[in-house]
């Protein structure tokens, strides 16, 4: 059986897209309900952070616990990646010793020149171009409030950043209309915009944006790797932040979203994550359990 990697929400078809939603939510609930699954008994899922993190290393490394496998962290400084060995040749050594890689990092490219060269599988856990593990738990999330997001229109309010490119390819996989509202000069590349043109469209005005839309999203005005430009970026947003009020013109079932960390005061008000239509605990926690899902679905068909 060939190796199967998960780069982008495009590397599964829409039918193991949903599946996999639907074992997330299943996950969940025996989780929830104190049975145990140990698919993954004896199985080590390698971890390399590149880029700090809180709810990607948790939530890996519990669901690799709760799966009946393990984790293993490694970081550039504790690592020969910190001194140069070439990516290739980390992801040759690692497949003699674990089942699966997990990755976080900077460039998109050299994730896929690691998977290139993997044997087993290599799970894209946040790059500069994509996300697709977030959007995992988003879509989880909507579907346990919502249903499905079949037909649905999504608005997402901020940068053209790896969450914005993550969401225009779930608006593909996903059968969903996608607003993207941002200030000139943040745009998606002009490529992604195009080649999904009959699912995106390109929105200035945010009142226009979210009007009558089921699902608004953001994320931070500055990704990490942007801080030196982060007084501009506050000026260019200023007119983006998203509050209860600009909710209110959202359809009346509205759910909002934020990946996290939120940067309260800027891309939202102080009090939308308070706000009834916020469920971005709940998206945090299901990373956990879309994760559970997908290490399952990329590991245990291994043997």
């Not at 674990?98 to 976080?104: F, G, K, L, P, Y």
């Not at 738990?137 to 309010?157: C, M, P, Y």
């Not at 490119?165 to 996989?173: D, G, L, T, V």
């Amino acid at each position: 059986m060939s190796v199967r990697h998960f780069l982008t929400l495009t590397d599964l078809s829409p039918q193991e897209l949903e599946r996999l939603i639907q074992r997330a939510i299943e996950l969940k609930r025996r989780h929830q309900a104190g049975l145990i699954d140990e698919p993954l008994k004896n199985k080590v899922l390698a971890m390399i952070f590149e880029k700090s993190s809180t709810r990607t290393r948790v939530s890996f490394e519990a669901g690799m616990i709760q799966l009946g496998g393990g984790a293993i962290f490694l970081s550039p400084r504790d690592t020969q990646l910190g001194r140069g060995e070439p990516i290739e040749d980390t992801g040759r050594v690692l497949s003699e010793m674990v089942d699966a890689i997990m990755v976080r990092t900077y460039s998109h490219q050299e994730l896929e020149k690691l998977a290139a060269y993997s044997s087993v599988p290599v799970i894209n856990a946040l790059t500069d171009d994509y996300h697709p593990c977030q959007l995992l738990a988003d879509v989880q999330t909507f579907v346990e409030n919502r249903g499905s997001l079949q037909g649905k229109t999504v608005t997402w309010i901020g940068d053209g950043n790896n969450m914005c490119n993550s969401y225009i390819k779930a608006a593909r996989q996903f059968d969903f209309q996608l607003r993207i509202c941002c200030p000139e000069g943040y745009e998606p590349a002009a490529s992604l915009l195009e080649e999904h043109a009959d699912r995106v469209t390109l929105v200035r005005d945010p009142r226009e944006a979210v009007d009558q839309v089921h699902l608004v999203s953001t994320d931070v005005w500055a990704s990490m790797g942007q801080e030196e430009e982060q007084a501009k970026r506050k000026r260019d947003f200023a007119g983006y932040q998203v509050s209860p009020a600009l909710m209110n013109l959202a359809a009346k079932d509205a759910l909002f979203m934020h990946c996290l960390p939120a940067h309260r005061g800027e891309e939202i008000s102080h009090d939308m994550l308070d706000d009834d239509r916020a469920v971005v605990w709940q998206e945090a926690g299901n990373r956990l359990h879309a994760q559970k899902a997908l290490l399952e679905f990329l590991m245990a068909r291994r043997g």
